[in-house]
């Protein structure tokens, strides 16, 4: 008999209003430019990408999570008008206050699951890490991709919002939902 698995990702989740927003925009390009693929996902930034666990790892798992996520201090973070990777991938661009307070946070979080997570099935770990939140993924078609990135490529975006949680979303009936919540016990600066 096989064991059920679950699949999650690990993320930073704007506030409600400011996720509003970014969802408005999502759906904008779902709409002009046949794109919604991301309307699927909530409005995030990715920590740790998609691994599958096993239904008797998650309670392991989440205690782990909160023991680690307890060490971070909360930061800032601002997203800063519009990037692109390939011609696929349209996304905000975002930066951290103190500067390396996202990166430390990408490089810590996947040190910690290298260190202790490493049962977790599908787990891959990328030496770089660029922080962003995606609009339009990967089913944006090059053809679309020109006159979306055309109207997007200058238009000015900037938000912010303190950082003081990660979110562990999972995979259900095909549309990522927010599972757990892990808050940041230290201040930041």
Known sequence: MSEKKELY???L???PDLADRIHELK??????YQSSYSLKIPEHITIIPPFYCKDDNTEKVSELLKNFV????????????????NSRVIFIPALSNPTMAMEQLYYSTKKYFEDNLSFLESLKLNND???HLTIAN???KPMYFRQAWEQYKDKEF???????????LRLEDGLWK???EFEFSRKGQ
């Open 9 to 11: 990702f690990l993320g």
């Open 13 to 15: 989740l704007p506030p």
């Open 27 to 32: 759906k904008e390009i779902a709409e002009k």
């Open 70 to 85: 307890k060490t971070i201090p909360d930061f800032e973070v601002q997203l800063k008008n519009f990037g692109h990777f």
């Open 129 to 131: 890490f660029v922080s």
């Open 138 to 140: 990967r089913d944006l």
């Open 158 to 168: 900037n938000e912010s919002f303190k950082a003081r949680h990660l979110s562990l």
């Open 178 to 180: 927010r599972f757990q």
